[in-house]
């Protein structure tokens, strides 16, 4: 799962080049899949207002720096940086919300659409050890909505959010909720965790140890068993909302509750990255061992100011598309459509042959389209690597006759059905139609 065993046949060959640690190949069973999940987020993202933004992979190392908060781990260890040929410090997103943000001041956004909901999708970058579900390049789908402190645009993202995995048919997961303060309550919280951390600090690790002097919340974040043991005892930061968070929090439950929308209080949730206000959510898959975050979220109503924009609100979340792959079923994506091969037998045959299967192509059908000179047996085995269910078989015969041989191959009968080779695209596709029994 993590990484392909490299195919034997390359193994011994020193001349090889292999893919990058933790750089992975997306193949045509996992592409057909993420297509899926692609369209059902424009589908379902849509419904709530939101619309694609595409954004530049590579920014100025300073967005992460001044967004994510230089005591994370991710700007502390994780990022692609390089220095460009000019010498700007350049990054490789670790993740979209800042960009996001970025475009929304850069293009005038800010101004002309306050309130503009933005969900983007693609490659983020981070040197983390990878292991099964971590990789140094993922993929995220993720939205951000501006401009609105009001509780119901959370409401409204968690029930998208819900629909949206509903929509994909994952399974074996829950939505996890908490509320992590804001400016007031906040550094209240910090000093009661700091000062149980360092009461405690040795059994915590050095990760650890460095958080509490520099972001004691990211202790409650950390994976190491004993930190994890040790924080299960800690004070959580729903005892420290100031009455503000709390009035947020208990609309936002009330709205959710109020839609049926399944979800548990997780005091301890924290998000990695520095930059959220109160709401905080993640979506855990059950199955997933331990990196069992599909994805998360949350509430930034500081960040755009941090950019140097107005000061609005934000609220997004982002979703790990491997680690949602692994919790859609199986059957997700793993229909093909049916294809039809065009077989030519003998040299003569090419030419009919390819203005054949550019006709049915024309049509909308998937076509395999073989080289001519093997035997009968050769090409049908061909048709079935493509996995065809009806093959037109150009002989001698046929060419003489201008008529092709239609043959049925999923029910493996000789079910010929002749046809004039220079029929148009809407017969040839009728009779493939009629064959594959409405499937095609
Ligand atoms: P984790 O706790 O697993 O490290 P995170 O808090 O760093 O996750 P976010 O920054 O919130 O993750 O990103 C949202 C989602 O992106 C995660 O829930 C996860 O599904 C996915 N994700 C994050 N890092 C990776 C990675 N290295 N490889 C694969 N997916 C990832
Ligand atoms: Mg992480």
């Given at each position: 799962?993590?990484?392909?065993?490299?195919?034997?046949?390359?193994?011994?060959?020193?001349?090889?080049?292999?893919?990058?640690?933790?750089?992975?190949?997306?193949?045509?069973?996992?592409?057909?899949?993420?297509?899926?999940?692609?369209?059902?987020?424009?589908?379902?993202?849509?419904?709530?207002?939101?619309?694609?933004?595409?954004?530049?992979?590579?920014?100025?190392?300073?967005?992460?720096?001044?967004?994510?908060?230089?005591?994370?781990?991710?700007?502390?260890?994780?990022?692609?940086?390089?220095?460009?040929?000019?010498?700007?410090?350049?990054?490789?997103?670790?993740?979209?919300?800042?960009?996001?943000?970025?475009?929304?001041?850069?293009?005038?956004?800010?101004?002309?659409?306050?309130?503009?909901?933005?969900?983007?999708?693609?490659?983020?970058?981070?040197?983390?050890?990878?292991?099964?579900?971590?990789?140094?390049?993922?993929?995220?789908?993720?939205?951000?909505?501006?401009?609105?402190?009001?509780?119901?645009?959370?409401?409204?993202?968690?029930?998208?959010?819900?629909?949206?995995?509903?929509?994909?048919?994952?399974?074996?997961?829950?939505?996890?909720?908490?509320?992590?303060?804001?400016?007031?309550?906040?550094?209240?919280?910090?000093?009661?965790?700091?000062?149980?951390?360092?009461?405690?600090?040795?059994?915590?690790?050095?990760?650890?140890?460095?958080?509490?002097?520099?972001?004691?919340?990211?202790?409650?974040?950390?994976?190491?068993?004993?930190?994890?043991?040790?924080?299960?005892?800690?004070?959580?930061?729903?005892?420290?909302?100031?009455d503000g968070?709390r009035a947020h929090l208990d609309a936002?439950?009330?709205?959710?509750?109020?839609?049926?929308?399944?979800?548990?209080?997780?005091?301890?949730?924290?998000?990695?990255?520095?930059?959220?206000?109160?709401?905080?959510?993640?979506?855990?898959?059950?199955?997933?061992?331990?990196?069992?975050?599909?994805?998360?979220?949350?509430?930034?109503?500081?960040?755009?100011?941090?950019?140097?924009?107005?000061?609005?609100?934000?609220?997004?979340?982002?979703?790990?598309?491997?680690?949602?792959?692994?919790?859609?079923?199986?059957?997700?994506?793993?229909?093909?459509?049916?294809?039809?091969?065009?077989?030519?037998?003998?040299?003569?045959?090419?030419?009919?042959?390819?203005?054949?299967?550019?006709?049915?192509?024309?049509?909308?059908?998937?076509?395999?389209?073989?080289?001519?000179?093997?035997?009968?047996?050769?090409?049908?085995?061909?048709?079935?690597?493509?996995?065809?269910?009806?093959?037109?078989?150009?002989?001698?015969?046929?060419?003489?006759?201008?008529?092709?041989?239609?043959?049925?191959?999923?029910?493996?009968?000789?079910?010929?059905?002749?046809?004039?080779?220079?029929?148009?695209?809407?017969?040839?596709?009728?009779?493939?139609?009629?064959?594959?029994?409405?499937?095609?």
């Amino acid at each position: 799962m993590l990484k392909p065993a490299v195919h034997p046949a390359l193994m011994s060959n020193p001349d090889t080049i292999t893919a990058v640690k933790g750089f992975r190949d997306v193949l045509p069973d996992e592409t057909r899949r993420w297509r899926l999940l692609d369209e059902a987020a424009a589908r379902v993202f849509g419904r709530y207002g939101f619309e694609e933004i595409g954004l530049p992979i590579v920014e100025r190392t300073e967005l992460f720096a001044r967004s994510i908060g230089d005591t994370t781990d991710i700007v502390e260890k994780e990022m692609y940086s390089f220095a460009d040929r000019d010498g700007t410090s350049l990054t490789l997103r670790p993740e979209a919300t800042a960009g996001v943000v970025r475009a929304y001041l850069e293009s005038g956004l800010a101004q002309r659409d306050p309130t503009a909901r933005l969900y983007y999708r693609g490659p983020m970058f981070r040197r983390e050890r990878p292991q099964r579900g971590r990789y140094r390049q993922f993929h995220q789908i993720g939205v951000e909505a501006f401009g609105r402190e009001d509780p119901l645009v959370d409401a409204e993202l968690l029930v998208m959010l819900t629909r949206y995995l509903d929509d994909v048919g994952a399974r074996d997961t829950r939505l996890e909720l908490n509320s992590v303060g804001d400016a007031v309550c906040r550094p209240v919280y910090r000093e009661r965790l700091r000062a149980f951390g360092t009461a405690r600090l040795a059994e915590l690790c050095p990760d650890c140890h460095r958080r509490l002097e520099r972001n004691p919340l990211r202790i409650l974040d950390c994976k190491v068993e004993s930190c994890r043991r040790v924080v299960a005892s800690a004070p959580v930061v729903l005892d420290s909302l100031c009455d503000g968070c709390r009035a947020h929090l208990d609309a936002v439950r009330a709205l959710l509750e109020q839609e049926s929308v399944p979800y548990t209080m997780n005091p301890r949730l924290v998000r990695g990255l520095d930059y959220y206000t109160r709401t905080a959510f993640e979506v855990v898959g059950a199955t997933l061992g331990a990196q069992n975050a599909v994805g998360g979220g949350g509430r930034y109503d500081g960040l755009v100011a941090a950019l140097g924009g107005p000061d609005v609100s934000g609220i997004g979340f982002a979703l790990g598309v491997e680690r949602l792959a692994m919790v859609v079923p199986a059957e997700v994506g793993a229909e093909i459509p049916p294809a039809v091969a065009v077989l030519p037998l003998a040299p003569e045959a090419v030419g009919p042959a390819f203005g054949l299967a550019t006709r049915l192509r024309d049509a909308g059908l998937s076509v395999a389209l073989e080289p001519a000179g093997r035997s009968v047996k050769a090409l049908l085995r061909a048709a079935d690597r493509r996995r065809a269910r009806v093959a037109f078989i150009l002989g001698e015969d046929e060419l003489r006759a201008g008529r092709a041989t239609i043959r049925d191959l999923v029910r493996h009968e000789d079910r010929r059905q002749a046809l004039a080779l220079d029929a148009p695209s809407a017969v040839l596709a009728e009779t493939v139609r009629s064959m594959l029994g409405g499937d095609a």
